[in-house]
């Protein structure tokens, strides 16, 4: 069962029922106030709930001529209907410990009135109920196919709660709010299901009568009420109501309705002379109503509320999500039909990103007039002119295929090609995930099985929508093919939060590895860690930029690498004191260091060093070892002074240099071999491990991790990443 099934049915229920679920919604809000109005009000008997039927009734005879009925309403109200001294018939809140008078039977506002109508049944009586109750239902479905979406997307339910991949904020805030709020919404939906079912008498009928001999009851031996067993053993707290006998016939009795039971009560002897058990249907009707209106409590009535709240920001989050997935795979308009065409793109794309970059490569081969046709990997077919095939794959699911490109291995299985067609596969994918571009490897791997497919590049992986990777991957395919490929950059993003001014503090020279240090100091008062990543755009150039963070003493420091045609990177190196730049801070909480920890290894290589300076001179309680891979001796020193300063200030840390331009060349991945037991040991008792630096270093550093962990802990390193003890922050 893939995850687009549950998606579309999510989806499809979500799309037929909005209208009303909003409508249910916002009357729930304003529904929401009720019980909480009401429990403001000092009638609720409160902690007086222990006292007896039989106190109460006494105080009440003392001060009224006769005594109707008492109630105890779900707000835990006591009122009584009496007839008073002077002969009036009045119903009123009592104080049930001295049988006072203490407030008017509390009116329905009008605006509670009209929603309550509006929520019930749309103002249309007995349909408008109907259909209420199938939006319940509908709701219910909608939380369902929602719970297995999030069991899917989290790679099974024993990872339900664990750290979701964020890809933008409607996604992310639609599974946090969702999880958060899942199970009040079952509730909700289902109690509203029960009270529509009990309203059309749908559930299975409790019409137990009472069974009185009234032949035999007995009118002596004659008793006060104060002597009443069984009006001395009910208390408040199980009452929910009395009816007084009308007369003093025989016949006549009291009538007591507890929260359980219904009893007949002679009312000369104070005997039992009939008792009725409530079904559990009737038990479960009270108790949706409670659960379903928030009555007599007020956390479960803001609750209730939170609840309608966050259901209006799921019919937005999630249409928004839709419609952006929409837009991106409706983008597919080909000027050459599929047998016309030289050049075949097949996308393989979940939410659509991946449509993105294809797209650019696709309309760059259109400027160069070539005939290219651009499709989904589950079209795929015969392709009478194709001379390249270039498949764009999307992973999901645990190493899964995106839904519209699930048929697409079986499809390249039937549909051989007559001749010979060169291939190129981008994987697309999230190092967030253990099994990383899963899918595009299966592909590549099924390609490379025929023989009329010819790769004419390695498959090329790229981390979450890079496109400086993709342009990297493009000019090794122009090179390859010697088609001069021009991709044209994507429009900038909107800068998602305003740019801060940030002063230099200092600067260093570069050191031989053209590499070296900038500090600076927020113009305003502004909160990140180390970790966090520091945006900037260079003048007039869209593409944004990101430098890992270390804070030092409230400062930013970045570490930077030049690079000859760099415009950024020369930018900075000619930065001086006091110069102003415009950048942004961009939280990272996934990599920001992890306090929970017992101990903390951070591995990187070159200028991915940053963050753990910030973190090692910040942490003075969790002990922490730095692994650094760099070129020679010299390369370190410009971080000398604060790693030594961070060691000496906090005795927390450690460092463990690697140097691969001297005549023993070391890489940091040796080091962690060589301190197998260690990393092992670390990992298996709740420590963490961040690696930061490049992708290079990263897969290296990854597989020997994974080596270690199955030789010693007998476990994959991703036991350890799906427990959240892997950070990485690689580019
Ligand atoms: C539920 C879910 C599961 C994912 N599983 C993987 C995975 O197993 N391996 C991987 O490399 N990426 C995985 N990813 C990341 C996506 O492949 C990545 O975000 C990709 O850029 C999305 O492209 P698209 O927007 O075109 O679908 C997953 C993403 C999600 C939301």
Redesign the pocket.
Known sequence: MT?SIWRYSHLALAISSFIFIIIASITGIILAFEPISNQLQPYSIGSSNNITLAQTIIVLQEHYEEIISIEVDNNDFVSASVITNDGKNETFYINPLTGEKIGEIIEKAPIFKFATNLHRSLFLKSAGRFFVGLISFILFLIAITGILLII????GIHRFFSKI?K?NFE?YYHIIVGRLTLIPILIVAFTGVYLSLEKFSLLPSHTAEHQIDYENIKTTPKKQIKDFIIFNQVTLKNLRAVEFPFSDDPEDYFNVKLSNKELIINQFTGQILSTIEYPFVKLASHWSLILHTGQGSILWSIILGIVCCSILFFIYSGFLMTLKRRK?SSILKNVYSKDKSEYIIL?????????DLAKIFYNSLLDLNKTVFISELNKYSSYKKAKHLIIFA???????P?SNAKNFITLLKKNIPTKEISYAVV?????????????AIDIDKTLQSNMLFKSILDLH?????SFEAFKNWSLQWSKNTGIPIQLKEPPKKNKSKKESSFSVESRSLLNTDDTFLIRLRSENKISFMSGDLLSFYPENDPIERLYSIGKIDGDILLSVKKHEFGVCSTYFSKLNKNDIIKASIKRNPDFNFPVWATEVIMIANGTGIAPFLGMINTNKKIKSHLFWGGRNEESIELYHEIIQNSIKKNGTAYFYPAYSRVQEKIYVQHLLKRNSSFIAKTLDKKGAILICGSVAMQKEVIAIIDQICQKINHKPLSYYQNKGQLKMDCY
Do not use: W
Request: hydrophobic share 25%; charged share 25%; with cysteine.
């Open positions: 995850i899917k997307r989290q790679q991949v890809e996604q991106k996308v393989g794309s979940e939410t659509g990103n991946t449509f999307a992973t999901y699911g645990k190493g899964e995106p994987g697309f994918g999230s190092l967030a995930y253990p099994d990383f571009c899963k899918y992986k790229i981390n979450n929508q």
